[in-house]
């Protein structure tokens, strides 16, 4: 258990100065690193785990145990982490190890920030999560890791072990909220509507807009626990049958869908539909306020051939094939576009909603508007509608001539006319992308200028408010 050192099986020689210059590099073209740190349980399990480290040192500091009739029972370790075990940060000793482990990590390897697996442990005192405890308090008062990025796998799966939205202000929150309402609304269950247009916004139920920043909320369609995107709409279950528990391990509610047939086909409707539903996902992702986190390898297909939780795995279930296909290719082609547009725009990068005062009053505010296919405002009714499956983002600047964006969701299995809000005088709506073609670039003929767009069956279509072309004399034509 050393909580200092980097894994030496990842590197070729010493593995300190590989990770250096690894984390140099990765600086040098414009690159955090956010490491991934796993301070709620240790390798030596419970009672019949090996003693390797804590148990030996001071295993009743070390470690939390579950109440016994009076005080703890040193017979029964506490395993909030359904890992036999769970580090008790509660204690002076442990607590200060950890510290200094993450300045180890700030001031001697650089890197940027911190992801903590399963956070809620980190928090718990006498058993309970305090989210102003002294570990929280510690980091805020600390020179160096005050100014770092904190991100919390906000639970665990002890006692009120979910707390999604109770980290303090400064923290980041993986939310799985936003991964299975958009999962859930491209599958195609009605009645998402409402629930996809707060997850658009940055989740402002969970992460409130008087306190904490639309950043807040880690959006994310896969992890590493559970399905890569390409098995999400590959497989309707888990196959987790090499694990070797029977297909037992692994989450069982994935909001999958197979499209036909149950992993690798050689349909070309379905392989394409299945390439659509990806490119509408990534679109989803990049076109949401928070902070989007992809799961490497969804950019290009990559598959664990239906098994969501191959953690055990090293082989080529877990593998990535750098051997692309086609469609792999246009893919990667399609997020590269996307990613370029998000950072491009201060709509989808930095929304600033006029109520948003989280850092106080806002200037040169935005706004958004929710239309009906048919052109009206959504009402309430239309929000709750149980089937509600389409509906239009319109997002932008207040000023007439500043950025806005027009977003068509459709994720019904039919095509769709949208009746679209006019755009301003003398500007005109522009097609940018349709993830219903073959690369996600629009082609298809709508008439713009009658504000009507087609949206086809399981697509999102993306247009932007623009001045029409000049024409020979120098004038935007008419």
Not at 190 to 210: E, I, Q, V, Y
Not at 263 to 274: A, F, K, Q, V, Y
Not at 337 to 366: I, K, T
Not at 460 to 466: D, F, I, Q
Request: hydrophobic content about 35%; aromatic content about 10%.
């Amino acid at each position: 258990v050393a909580f200092f050192a980097p894994e030496p099986r990842y590197a070729v020689a010493d593995a300190v100065t590989e990770f250096k210059t690894m984390v140099r590099e990765l600086h040098r073209a414009g690159i955090e690193v956010i490491l991934d740190v796993v301070y709620n349980h240790t390798a030596e399990s419970g009672f019949d785990g090996p003693l390797l480290s804590f148990k030996g040192l001071d295993n009743s500091g070390y470690y939390s145990f579950d109440p016994g009739a009076h005080g703890p029972d040193f017979n029964r370790y506490a395993n909030v982490t359904g890992c036999g075990n769970s580090v008790n940060l509660d204690h002076p000793n442990s607590l200060r190890l950890v510290l200094d482990a993450l300045r180890y990590w700030v001031t001697e390897m650089q890197v940027d920030g911190f992801r903590f697996d399963l956070a809620v442990t980190l928090g718990r005192e006498a058993g309970e999560f305090e989210p102003m405890g002294a570990f929280f308090k510690a980091l805020m008062a600390d020179p160096v890791l005050a100014g770092v990025k904190l991100i919390a796998e906000p639970w665990d799966i002890g006692p009120f072990g979910y707390r999604l939205g109770q980290f303090p202000s400064q923290w980041h929150e993986i939310n799985d909220r936003y991964r299975d309402t958009v999962r859930a609304f491209w599958r195609g269950d009605g009645g998402k509507m409402a629930d996809l247009a707060t997850r658009l916004m940055g989740s402002r139920d969970l992460f409130p807009k008087n306190w904490r920043s639309p950043h807040t909320s880690i959006n994310y369609l896969c992890y590493h626990d559970g399905f890569t995107l390409e098995d999400l709409v590959s497989y309707n279950q888990r196959h987790n049958q090499a694990n070797g528990e029977d297909n037992r391990d692994g989450h069982g509610n994935n909001l999958s869908n197979n499209h036909g047939v149950e992993g690798p086909t050689l349909d070309p409707r379905i392989s394409n539909l299945r390439l659509q539903q990806k490119r509408n996902l990534i679109a989803t992702l990049l076109l949401s306020q928070g902070t989007p986190h992809f799961l490497g390898g969804d950019e290009m297909g990559r598959s664990q051939l239906g098994n969501n939780n191959a953690y055990c795995q090293d082989n080529q279930i877990s593998w990535v094939n750098w051997q692309w296909r086609p469609e792999d290719e246009r893919l990667l082609a399609f997020t590269r576009q996307m990613v370029a547009l998000r950072a491009s725009s201060e709509v989808f990068s930095n929304l600033r909603l006029c109520d948003d005062n989280w850092n106080g009053a806002q200037e040169h505010c935005h706004r958004v508007d929710w239309y009906h296919p048919d052109g009206h405002l959504l009402t309430a009714q239309d929000w709750q509608a149980p089937m509600g499956q389409a509906f239009a983002m319109d997002i932008g600047s207040l000023d007439e001539e500043g950025e806005r964006w027009l977003v068509l969701f459709n994720a019904s299995g039919y095509d769709i006319q949208f009746r679209l809000p006019p755009p301003a005088e003398g500007m005109e709506w522009v097609q940018t992308i349709d993830t219903a073609t073959n690369d996600g670039l629009p082609f298809l003929p709508d008439d713009i200028k009658r504000q009507v767009a087609v949206g086809r069956a399981h697509s999102l279509k993306l247009l932007e408010r623009v001045h029409p072309p000049l024409d020979a004399a120098g004038h935007h034509a008419p």
